[in-house]
């Protein structure tokens, strides 16, 4: 991201966990999005070379499908675990955990 409170332009990479990491280890932080929905929402983890080869199969090229895996494969490993403050130096606003948010935009998600 770029810092525009400088002179000059500055790149800078944040990381946006707040509130809660949603690592594979917290995963049923998905239970507080279907309570906040009224219906059930159910994590089924997919083995990396599924995801890989479902890519494939949608057409994804390969520098993607690359990318992605590598991705999958750190976060199914804990990367991005760690809750962060970026997105209250970024915005100034608080972060909301996933109940919170899920309750905010029910009806995005379909909840009647």
Same mark, same amino acid.
């Given at each position: 991201?770029? *810092?525009?409170g400088?002179q &000059?332009p500055r790149? &800078? ?7 809660? !990491?949603? =690592?594979?280890a917290k995963?049923?932080a998905?239970?507080?999005l =279907?309570e906040a929905?009224?219906k059930?929402? &159910?994590y089924?983890?997919?083995? @990396?070379a599924?995801? @890989?080869e479902? +890519? !494939?199969k949608?057409?994804?090229? *390969?520098?993607?499908q690359?990318?992605?895996? *590598?991705?999958?494969?750190a976060y199914s490993r804990g ?7 970026a997105?209250q130096? +970024?915005? =100034?606003?608080?972060a909301?955990g996933? !109940?919170?948010?899920a309750?905010d935009h029910a009806a995005?998600? =379909?909840?009647?």
């Amino acid at each position: 991201m770029w *810092d525009c409170g400088r002179q &000059k332009p500055r790149w &800078k990479s944040r990381s946006t966990q707040n509130l809660e !990491a949603l =690592g594979a280890a917290k995963i049923l932080a998905w239970a507080a999005l =279907g309570e906040a929905l009224g219906k059930p929402v &159910k994590y089924l983890p997919v083995p @990396v070379a599924a995801m @890989v080869e479902s +890519l !494939a199969k949608m057409g994804l090229d *390969d520098h993607n499908q690359v990318a992605l895996r *590598d991705y999958f494969t750190a976060y199914s490993r804990g990367w991005e675990s760690q809750v962060t403050s970026a997105v209250q130096d +970024l915005t =100034g606003i608080e972060a909301r955990g996933i !109940a919170e948010f899920a309750r905010d935009h029910a009806a995005a998600f =379909g909840k009647r």
